[in-house]
């Protein structure tokens, strides 16, 4: 208080401490410490991981034992399979790192420096150098110790240092008050740092003109950069989630799952990250859940299994008091042993019934049972309890089988009355879980949303780093899970509704001239697609919807029987191909470009080798109307053909 004024802290800790009514930098300038700390899941992950690996194999890892030129962890880095690793999952990154095919820890420390503002514009340069592909030049041969094992890049602030204590002859201190500068970007403070490096080159016998170039060529970079403790620390928590994932895959996503389990749009990714890597999640059991997610079984019958605590309606006494029961007594038999054994009194009718739609009684008792004799097992529950009130062990007593053992001899018929179709089951399973489980209805449209859409989560990844997305037109496809119709102040009705894919949610706005052509398409449940312009307005992406249709089996058909489409310059340029994609006879491009656009695209495919196929464009004239143009000749139609046409005009 002799500093700055205090004030009490507004969280809901029994502790609050006092805060500083004064922020960070004016704090700092009076003359105290600010330190940060950071609190990260991934230690959390990483630490369920290791418990989950001792309790299943008695085997015991030390985090700082790991090596750290694993082949199976570099080749998960090398494909791109980094959902769920810290710092590498997004699709920006997954690329890059499909290209980089790091080959050692360092490579990952790289990265993590450069993957952000600023320093990721060079990521291309690193990477070809890596591979040999560009030939590494430095502006003054006193670079190249600083900066040779980083390919000619700068890649952290300790070059930017080492390069003013090298070239301009700056003192330790000298250097972190110019990184600090640079990060500041104060001007005076610039033009004064940038005279005295300049000057410090030349009196290092640096010509002047040379010394400008090598300022022009650190600043950019300082103002962003990290420096080696923080990448290496990343890039370690990074290699080690990798490590778990590549060798543990199942107890490092059931961890993984654990982590993020409230948070819906998470487990989504998760989930489906879990299908690509053909590990089963299978819904919530009485007999095998845990409170979470939890990895049960070995070798090849290993899977995942939902944990109660996700069930809604489900206390978390009821499910420490199902948990403590079969731990101490074994699995239950069937629904009446269920009912002697469990006596929480959160116990009732309706968390029975979601016990039931989520799937997790199935192992003792069908959804159609329990539903059919709902009310005969309450009563059951409740002369149990009678019963055991007045000092009886059973309701029934306990006989004695063949083989002398004691077993009980349960009284609870249940009748299958009422038959439940697959769509009801998946229904509850998404009102009680939050997400489909055991299937979900818009894999029967994956063909089609993976060749004609963008998933919403690479859409999302890439609108942050591409704001120049807005204006151009964005498609997408899923599920409606939510449709609000409301007027204008014109009294025009428009709507607003939420879209659901493989991977997650987006808000689509349908302005009312848009509304009249497609209100028909706006039915909760229903499949569609979506096309139009993204807007962050608010801070949440959404897509404010010029086209609209129907996703219908027929049309995902059709996608299985074509080869992967490519984006050409536009989001709705196409290439049309057989997954056979070896001697096609033809092959049709599509562009939503005019005439003239298309004259270059002619002329690269007239450069491919000549073969027996044919090759068509369909573009629009400047009146818009599609026509076909033909190239002359035919040509090889292979798999190449494809990755020349894409290294040529995609973007992707």
Known sequence: EKYTPLQQGTNQAKEDHPVTQFEGKHVETLGLLKMDFLGLKNLTILQNVIEFIKAKYEKEYNLDEIPLDDKKTLKLFAKGETTGVFQFESDGFKRYLKELKPSRFQDLIDMVALYRPGPMDWIPDYIAGKHGKRKITYLHPKLKPILEKTYGIIVVQEQVMEIAKQLAGFSAGEADFLRKAMGKKIKSMMDEQREKFIMGCINNKIKGKTAEKIWDFIKPFAGYGFNWAHSACYAMIGYQTAYFKAHYPVEFMAALLSSDENNIDRISVEIEECRKMKIPVLPPDVNESFARFSSIGKGKEKFIRYGLNAIKNVGENLVKSIIKERKANGKFKNMGDFIERIEDKDLNKKSLESLCKAGALNSIASAEEVLANIDKILNYSKEIKTVKKQ???????????????????????????????????LRWEKELLGIYVTDNPLLAYRKFLEKYTTDILTLEEKYKHNRQMRIQSSKVGGQLIRVKKIFTKNNQEMAFAELEDLKGKLELIIFPKIFQKYHDLLIEDRFIWAEGKLNDKDGSLKILVDKMGKITEKMNKEASKLGKIEAVRNPDATIQHSAKNSNLRELIIKLDLTKNDSRNLKAKIRQLKPGNGKIILKAKDENGKIIKIRIKGNYQLRGSVFESLKQEYSNI
């Open 391 to 425: 000092g009886q062990s059973s309701l029934f007593g306990e006989i004695s089988s063949d083989d002398g053992n004691r077993e009980n001899n349960f009284g609870l018929v249940l009748k299958d009355q009422i038959k439940i179709d697959k769509k009801e089951k």
